[in-house]
């Protein structure tokens, strides 16, 4: 039976996340150690984008660096690195690395953060949907992965936690390559736990002290959890995650594709729960880009183009546009044009993978519904 560790905390203060973070590995190793001397241990961070930590779009850099002397007291050699929305490039790198506190948790803790641009073919570890991926040299190289996630919710996977957090395992645009590959929302999830189960992280963390609601990763609201959750089976840590915020299985593509693998139980009874075992459920708001599918029964004939006029579509406001181009650059399709200084979408072509909406550093990309009436 799967443990998750699920210990309350209110704040980022750190003490109080030294002594949490060392109780979570202390109840995950009580079978066997987790980190060896020596070990290179890659700590795998939600950077998705340059915001400042109070922002919640990214892993609180104070939780990493209570992981970081964690990794540290067992021996291990830790380096924290990701390859964020947007070029893989070294500028780009330290822009994030800056903004989301990574460069002074580095300083206060002496620990590397990662400018390898280099990827190393990993072949896929019984893949589905995907035969092989280009992972960024160190987490292919790691003796130790270990995923700090920060929960949230997301636009086309309607949740981001451990899972999703591997994502940022492949080297920049190369992540818009793998939506115009597997455009269908299963089929990208499938191909998501492909991802994971390749890296194979030997933990995963989530930092749930404050999450994201609402139109996640990037647009959505702050919401207050109180929660540090910990496990060693990734898909059975976003399995409780999601129940703690009114999230079901069937709603969740990476959970479904796990479930069905028969690699994450199929309810959190199935579970272990050590440490605080009666927390409050936190209801999260979905994305706007979440959707009830009331055409099932339908033939797929008349569902399909139903479902495709009914699911929403970003829309650019033009007054909040700087005409950046972050959209554009991270459009798989390549259908979004700068014209007069402002974002323009064809939406012939539109995927609604809503890499846009993630990526526009203005918050200038909204998810628009369709109104049957009114």
């Known amino acids: 039976m799967d443990k998750i560790s699920v210990i309350k905390c209110d704040s980022y203060d750190i003490e109080k996340l030294d002594k949490i973070i060392e ?12 980190i060896h001397k020596g070990d290179n241990v890659l700590i795998k961070p939600n950077l998705v984008m340059r915001r400042r930590p109070e922002e919640a779009t990214t892993t609180h850099p104070e939780f990493i660096a209570a992981i970081v002397r964690a990794v540290k007291r067992r021996g291990g050699l830790p380096v924290i690195a990701d390859s964020p929305g947007g070029p893989y ?22 620990v590397q953060l990662n400018y390898d641009l280099g990827t190393t073919p990993m072949t896929s570890n019984g ?9 960024i040299n160190p987490v292919a190289h790691a003796d130790v992965v270990i995923s700090a996630a920060k929960l949230k919710t997301h636009g086309q996977m309607i949740y981001s936690g451990a899972v999703k957090n591997l994502f940022g395992s492949l080297p920049g645009l190369i992540k818009p390559e793998f939506h115009f590959r ?10 998501l736990v492909d991802l994971c189960e390749t890296v194979k992280p030997a933990i995963s963390f989530i930092d749930a002290i404050v999450g994201m609601e609402g139109n996640g990763p990037t647009g959505g609201t702050p919401k207050e959890l109180g929660l540090t959750l910990a496990a060693c089976n990734p898909h059975s840590l976003d399995l409780y995650a999601c129940s703690l915020v009114g999230f079901k299985v069937d709603d969740i593509p990476t959970l479904a594709a796990a479930v069905k693998r028969g690699i994450c139980p199929t309810d959190i009874s199935e579970i272990e729960i050590a440490g605080d075992i009666n927390v409050e459920k936190v209801k ?24 495709k006029l009914l699911t929403p579509r970003p829309a650019i406001v033009n007054n909040i546009c700087i005409g950046c181009g972050k959209c554009a650059e991270s459009c798989p399709q390549h259908i979004i044009e700068i014209v007069d200084r402002k ?23 909204k998810i628009k519904r369709f109104k049957l009436f009114g």
């Open 182 to 191: 597997y455009p269908e929302k299963p089929v990208f999830g499938d191909m």
């Open 89 to 110: 490039t070294k500028q780009l790198l330290k822009s994030v690395y800056v903004g989301t506190g990574m460069e002074k948790v580095a300083s206060s803790e002496g």
């Open 284 to 307: 999260f708001k979905a994305p706007d880009s979440s959707s009830l599918d009331f055409t099932k029964k339908l033939p797929a004939f008349i569902r399909e183009p139903i479902n």
């Open 343 to 365: 974002a323009v979408i064809n939406y012939s072509k539109c995927i609604k993978c809503y890499c846009c909406h993630e990526m526009c550093p203005k918050r200038a990309i």
């Open 23 to 34: 109780r979570h590995f202390v109840e995950l190793e009580s079978e066997m150690p987790i």
């Open 127 to 135: 893949g589905h949907v995907c035969s092989s991926f280009d992972i």
